[in-house]
Each structure stands twice: as structure tokens, then as C-alpha cells.
């Protein structure tokens, strides 16, 4: 079982930056890849971003964040970061980090769906006002 929390939240105005951690504890030598989602009110989890945590840093990115927000891990540290630039009032939500044990499927790497990923963060609330 990993344990996951997520730090970094906060107000921002439109056009800013954050950047998120999520510290990982418990067996993370397992994980397959870790991932950023975010929840708005009233709307479903939505996929932002995900990086295979063992190998090669490869990550895969939602459109609406692509060249915005980046993901990046320090494996030393067991932490998955998601900086977030030019900030929108839109991406007011709480965000998630989330880890994947295994990979579910031969010629698939990167997992975009919530039930895909098997451990996650209690959330930060990031508000950006405008």
C-alpha cells in the first residue's frame, strides 16, 4: 500500500504559478507510474497528467494543461511535482495525485482513467481568482 500527500494549494490570480508535491510513502518501489487529477465542483475527476515513476521519466499530458503544467519526480525523495503556469480561473479545483501499481496492459504506458490508478492523496484545493 502507498500512502500519498499532496502540499502546495493555494490562491493564485489568474496568469500565476503553483506547484504541487505529493510525497510518497509505504511500498512506492511498486509503483508503475504516478498521476495529477483534478476535481471541480460539480464536475467529474479529470486526468491532467502522468509519469512512469521507474525508467525513463516519459510523461503524457491532457490537452487542456499541455504547455502549461509540467510533471516531474524525484525518485530519491519518493515526491511527484506538477507545476502549473499561466494559471486560469478555470483550473480552480482540488487536485489529486494518485499511483499505479502495475502496467494493466502490454503496448499501453500511460493510464488517463481514475479507476486505472489504485492508491491516492487526500487533495489541495488550488483557487485562482481573476
Known amino acids: 500500500q502507498v500512502q500519498l500527500v499532496e502540499s502546495g494549494g493555494g490562491l493564485v490570480q489568474a496568469g500565476g504559478s503553483l506547484k504541487l508535491s505529493c510525497a510518497a510513502s509505504?511500498?512506492?518501489?511498486?509503483?508503475?507510474?504516478m498521476g495529477w487529477f483534478r476535481q471541480a465542483p460539480g464536475k467529474e475527476r479529470e486526468f491532467l497528467a502522468t509519469?512512469?515513476?521507474?525508467?525513463?521519466?516519459?510523461?503524457y499530458y491532457s490537452d487542456p494543461v499541455k504547455g502549461r503544467f509540467t510533471i516531474s519526480r524525484d525518485n530519491a525523495k519518493n515526491t511527484v511535482y506538477l507545476q502549473m503556469n499561466s494559471l486560469k480561473p478555470e483550473d480552480t479545483a482540488v487536485y489529486y495525485c494518485?499511483?499505479?501499481?502495475?502496467?494493466?496492459?502490454?503496448?499501453?504506458?500511460?493510464?488517463?482513467?481514475?479507476?486505472?490508478?489504485?492508491?491516492w492523496g487526500q487533495g489541495t484545493q488550488v483557487t485562482v481568482s481573476s
Open positions: 494518485a499511483a499505479k501499481r502495475e502496467r494493466t496492459y502490454a503496448g499501453v504506458y500511460y493510464y488517463a482513467a481514475s479507476n486505472d490508478y489504485d492508491n
Open positions: 509505504g511500498r512506492s518501489s511498486s509503483t508503475y507510474a
Open positions: 509519469i512512469l515513476w521507474t525508467g525513463s521519466p516519459s510523461t
